[in-house]
């Protein structure tokens, strides 16, 4: 888990190196950088909100309806297939069952990601942690005709301006 590279430091980011594990297109789109949220998951094919999050043996996965995308609705409130977004950095271990998933998983219909945190160690240590990103580091490339509608977006699948920070800090006692 260490060795992964990783962008936003979360546990989806080290599930798209197994196999039958596919993330959204739109985790690598160049217009979705300030984006907070991590990228759907499909395994086997299944729908990103038939999967079953557990960690350490709870259960995370989302209560509001991880189908809707509309923010602008307020009938229909989004919500993600996953309802804790758990940092790399605390992960010991992650199993994914895509078939022949045991018994014990239940009330889901497409696939298993459990994951194990880390136990404490026998030396006290820890770590600070800061990351950030913003617009101004970054060049668009945008068609002539459509860059004026870019800029003006306030449409999430296109960000033109974003600033984008990220601190952690980890105690080990």
Do not use: M
């Not at 080290?14 to 993330?23: A, E, F, G, S």
């Not at 895509?98 to 298993?112: D, E, K, L, W």
């Not at 800029?151 to 301006?161: G, I, L, Y």
């Amino acid at each position: 888990i260490k060795a992964l590279p990783k962008s936003d430091g979360n546990l989806n980011e080290l599930l798209k190196w197994l196999p039958d594990v596919q993330l959204s297109d739109q985790a690598n789109s160049s217009a979705t950088a300030g984006e907070i949220l991590p990228p759907d998951v499909s395994i086997s094919g299944g729908k990103t909100y038939e999967n079953n999050f557990l960690v350490d043996g709870l259960g995370s996965n989302n209560l509001l309806d991880p189908a809707a995308r509309s923010v602008t609705d307020p009938n229909s409130i989004p919500g993600f297939p996953q309802g804790l977004f758990l940092n790399a950095a605390l992960i010991d271990h992650v199993t994914v069952y895509q078939s022949n998933i045991p018994a014990r998983f239940g009330g889901f219909t497409g696939g298993v990601v459990a994951a194990q945190t880390k136990d404490p160690g026998p030396h006290f240590n820890g770590d600070v942690s800061f990351a950030t990103t913003r617009d101004a580091w970054t060049s668009f490339h945008i068609d002539p005709a459509k860059a004026a509608k870019f800029k003006q977006s306030a449409d999430s699948e296109k960000e033109p301006r974003f600033e984008k920070y990220r601190a952690g800090c980890t105690l080990n006692i």
